[in-house]
């Protein structure tokens, strides 16, 4: 068997199967960004623009390296970015300009959902 | 410039000073989504106070009350989602819940080996581990070694049913009632019901017998 050819067979999120080592039982508190983007997740799904399908298509077609290497909800809103250029909702560069608009900003500003990040945010500080 | 107004900057509680790449990346596809009016400005806010009701404490409730209720428990093995929309549960477009019944001879347990599909709608956002390789990896090839990490041995002759999610079918494990509780309320059986015992990898235990049985 040829080393490509286990890319070919196998995309990067099919782990079924395959050996890996012990079940780390981690948790982590989400961030108040990564619930936000679960949410974004949902709204974009109810609104018929990224199905839950299109979403996985979408981290697949990240590759195997940002598969690997990316959090979980990185990868989301990677995914989420690219399908949004592939759509013509988003521009690449719209998304450059008001990135460096949102990075410029004194942070406490940047978040709309006040009352709820507010809430996990003194979970994550005390745990 | 910006750099230097931005040090300066005291954080919010958040403990992070300075926001990382991928939360910068959220916020402003979120702002251009809302700017352009492909999604309302109030949907996000709203979108999360429902998530935090979903939680395993919901999933709980329903496997006490199958418990005490056969007439429930064979309309919710027969048709999950369709009974627990009868309950006021929401369910995302065209998702199938199937539930599981563990018996004396079968155990079932749940994964998605391609991402991390889950009965979000019953039990709320899935543990970091349902997520990782080593779960997703070998759940479906090795369950008993898998089950026996998290503590839980199931005899041999057990058939280990593994089920595995997709986007459009989710599953929920309905586990065996606990030994010694015949006389426990509705609530008090929900107590005994954690969420992992509603994936598969534990049972839903007693923890009154288990002190009697040691």
Redesign the interface.
């Known amino acids: 068997m040829t080393q490509t050819e286990n890319l070919v067979k196998r995309l990067p ?16 508190e ?4 990564e ?6 997740a ?4 109810n ?1 018929k ?1 990224i ?3 299109a979403k ?1 298509r979408g ?1 697949e077609a990240l590759g195997s390296e940002m598969v690997e290497k ?5 990868r989301w ?2 995914a ?2 690219n399908i ?1 250029f592939q759509k013509q ?2 521009t690449p560069e ?2 450059a300009i ?2 460096q ?4 900003r ?3 500003e ?4 006040g009352e ?3 809430k996990a ?2 979970g ?2 005390a745990a | 410039m ?1 750099s230097h ?2 040090a300066n ?11 990382g790449y ?12 809302i700017e ?1 009016k ?2 309302g ?1 109030g ?3 709203q ?3 429902v ?2 009701t979903r939680t395993p404490a919901l999933g709980s409730k329903i496997v006490a009350r199958a418990w005490v209720d056969p007439e429930f428990r064979a309309r919710l093995l027969a048709n999950g989602r369709a009974t627990l929309e009868e309950l006021g549960i929401d369910f ?1 477009e065209d998702t199938q819940l199937i539930v599981l019944e563990n018996t004396d001879s079968v155990h079932n347990l749940v ?1 998605c ?5 889950y009965p979000r709608e019953i039990l709320g ?1 899935p ?3 349902y ?8 759940a ?2 090795e369950p008993r070694a ?1 089950l026996a ?2 503590g839980t041995v199931i005899p041999d002759d057990v058939e280990i049913r593994v089920s ?1 999610s997709t ?1 459009m079918i989710r599953f929920l494990v309905l586990p065996q009632r606990p030994k010694g509780t015949e006389g426990f309320t509705e609530e008090q059986l929900a107590a005994l019901v954690t969420r992992d015992a509603m994936i598969g990898v534990v049972r839903a235990s007693n923890p009154e017998m288990k002190e009697k049985s040691r």
């Open positions: 999120t099919e782990m079924g199967g395959l050996d890996a080592g012990p079940v780390q039982r981690t948790e982590h989400y961030a108040p960004w619930k936000r983007c679960h949410a974004l949902n709204i974009l799904d609104h623009i199905s839950t399908e996985r981290v990316l959090t979980y909800y990185e809103i990677v989420f970015a949004l909702i988003l719209e998304l008001k990135m608009e949102v990075a410029a004194p942070w406490d940047t978040a709309p959902c709820t990040s507010a945010d003194k994550k500080t | 910006s107004a931005h900057t005291p954080a919010p509680d958040t403990g992070d000073a300075v926001p991928y939360e910068v990346m959220e916020t402003a596809v979120r702002e251009l989504l352009k492909v999604i400005a949907e996000i806010r979108m999360l106070e998530m935090d995302f994964v080996t391609l991402c991390s599909c956002l543990p970091d581990w997520k990782m390789k080593p779960y997703r990896a070998r479906v090839k898998v990490e998290f595995d986007s």
